[in-house]
């Protein structure tokens, strides 16, 4: 099992990126997916979740609403992230999840900020920077 991310850079603020998280060993249908990022000092936020095609919602945390955009292609096993209107407070190392977690819907667990369990597959990350 293995989820890899892509898709950082340097935007200026007010510019777009599109993250994707292609996964392996696993068919993303069946599980979801969420996005979290880690700005330097501050604690790993959950902004993002996709539910497995089961339940099929969407989860945006209020930081992001109205500029983040999550969705899925089954065919090529890979989640995207969406970034418009970039905010140099969206500056921070972005990671993809599998939540294989005992909670139903799975991005419950992300919408109620809970402790994940060990089951989570985590991507190594990657960098997003928005300046000037």
């Known amino acids: 099992v293995e989820v890899v991310e892509s898709g950082g850079g340097l935007v200026p603020p007010g510019g777009s990126l599109r993250l994707s998280c292609v996964a392996s060993?696993?068919?993303?249908?069946?599980?979801?997916i969420g996005w979290f990022r880690q700005a330097p000092g501050k604690e790993r936020e959950g902004i993002s979740c996709?539910?497995?095609?089961?339940?099929?919602?969407?989860y945006y945390a209020d930081s992001v609403k109205g500029r983040f955009t999550i969705s899925k292609d089954n065919a090529k096993n890979t989640v995207y992230l969406e970034m418009n209107r970039l905010k140099p407070e969206d500056t921070a190392v972005y990671f993809c999840?599998?939540?294989?977690?005992?909670?139903?819907?799975?991005?419950?667990?992300?919408?109620?900020?809970?402790?994940?369990?060990?089951?989570?597959?985590w991507g190594q990350g990657t960098q997003v920077t928005v300046s000037s």
């Open positions: 060993g696993f068919n993303v249908g069946l599980y979801a």
């Open positions: 999840a599998r939540l294989r977690v005992p909670v139903y819907p799975e991005c419950t667990v992300v919408a109620d900020k809970r402790t994940l369990p060990d089951s989570v597959s």
């Open positions: 996709i539910n497995s095609d089961e339940f099929g919602s969407k």
